[in-house]
């Protein structure tokens, strides 16, 4: 996960623009169709910039799940996997900003920094979620077998 999101770090601003644009094409396909109805009158800015952000989080969300699901046999206790998987994700955040800093038509943000977090913490909590579930079921299946 940390190539995938050091690959899309490394695209200057424009490219990283443009790819990001598709997808807003799509999304604005259907808002015009939403603000025919009145819902909403979000601008195009706005919305290119909530699709940016949702893919920031999304792949840091993807990122925890992978750190806390490596980490998790580590440690005996399951929230210091936890707290140690955010760090890491955290500090992997700080140093892709830093990166960023030094590409084309693209700059540093804390803002990112903190989307990327809650993001890894959305993927963290999502995993033991995940686990605890799985847990519930053998345990479930165990006293079926009794």
């Known amino acids: 996960m940390m190539g995938v999101i050091f690959f899309f770090s490394q695209m200057p601003g424009e490219e990283s623009a443009a790819a990001s644009g598709k997808i807003f094409n799509e999304v604005m396909k259907i808002v015009e169709q939403i603000n025919q109805t009145g819902l909403t009158h979000l601008s195009p800015d706005r919305i290119h910039w909530l699709i940016r952000k949702a893919a920031h989080s999304t792949e840091y969300a993807v990122f925890g799940w992978c750190t806390i699901y490596a980490l ?16 890491i994700v955290f500090l992997y955040a700080v140093s892709d900003e830093f990166n960023q800093n030094l590409i084309p038509g693209r700059y540093m ?19 033991v979620l995940f686990h605890k579930s799985k847990k519930r079921k053998k345990k479930k299946a165990a006293k079926g077998n009794i």
């Not at 580590?74 to 936890?82: G, V």
């Open 72 to 87: 998790t046999d580590l440690f005996k206790n399951k929230w210091t996997a936890c707290i140690f998987s955010e760090a």
């Open 109 to 127: 943000s804390a803002g990112d920094v903190g989307i990327d977090s809650m993001g890894a913490l959305l993927g963290i909590w999502m995993f």
